[in-house]
């Protein structure tokens, strides 16, 4: 009975690996979609958001059906419960970079961000990037520490969103109030990208500790 539960939860465990691997590839094919105007590429990602909604629902059901028959106490419940959390956040960022995507279609074939804004997209693409892959690798392997440098990286992408916002409220800004809208709705979709990303770092901190992840303060 026991092996059967550790088989489980690897069965989880790579479930999770792989819906970080797919939010990663989806926020990258979005950025590639919105900063070159790529209409296939915008597409891609639409259609697969349905294919990141489907892992969140296998690991709810893995979850649900080992709570049931298995009735885990101590840290086999805390690996439980935070499978069900990093999840739901995973299904967020899938859901954020389909926003990224759909916002790049809606404005095809003219790109949605101006030239004046493509730095900063860029790096916060990179930020984005570079947390998913983090997640992906505490996942696959836990890792205290690595999940602490998602609030780091977190930082960065705050200070980014702020520039931006720098960019967007200057006199001189020339594009009018729609396309400093969407470029507002586009930061945000980063900036909660991030969070997210946060969020599944503590939820690793919890299952490795017992104990909640400090709070950034």
């Known amino acids: 009975m026991r092996d059967?539960?550790?088989?489980?939860?690897h069965t989880v465990s790579q479930l999770l690996v792989d819906m970080a691997e797919g939010v990663r590839a989806a926020m990258r094919e979005a950025t590639r979609a919105l900063l070159t105007a790529d209409r296939q590429a915008a597409e891609t990602v639409i259609e697969r958001d349905a294919e990141i909604d489907d892992l969140y629902r296998h690991v709810e059901e893995r979850v649900c059906d080992l709570l049931a028959r298995q009735a885990p106490v101590a840290s086999d419940?805390?690996?439980?419960?935070?499978?069900?959390?990093?999840?739901?956040?995973l299904e967020r960022m899938g859901d954020l970079a389909d926003h990224?995507?759909?916002?790049?279609?809606?404005?095809?074939?003219?790109p949605a961000v101006p030239a004046e804004l493509r730095p900063?997209?860029?790096?916060?693409?990179?930020?984005?990037?570079?947390?998913?892959?983090?997640?992906?690798?505490?996942?696959?392997?836990p890792d205290a520490d690595l999940a602490a440098e998602l609030d780091r990286d977190d930082d960065t992408m705050d200070?980014?969103?702020?520039?931006?916002?720098?960019?967007?409220?200057?006199d001189d800004w020339p594009y009018g109030v729609e396309t400093a809208i969407d470029a507002t709705l586009l930061g945000r979709f980063y900036e909660r990208f991030a969070d997210h990303a946060v969020n599944c770092g503590e939820h690793v901190v919890y299952l490795i500790t017992g104990q909640a992840a400090p709070s950034a303060g």
């Open 159 to 170: 200070d980014l969103h702020k520039s931006l916002f720098g960019v967007l409220l200057g």
């Open 120 to 141: 900063v997209f860029t790096d916060m693409a990179g930020i984005a990037d570079r947390m998913a892959v983090k997640i992906g690798s505490v996942l696959a392997k």
């Open 100 to 110: 990224v995507a759909k916002t790049a279609l809606r404005r095809h074939p003219s």
């Open 77 to 89: 419940l805390r690996a439980m419960i935070t499978a069900l959390h990093v999840a739901a956040d």
């Open 4 to 9: 059967e539960f550790r088989a489980d939860l």
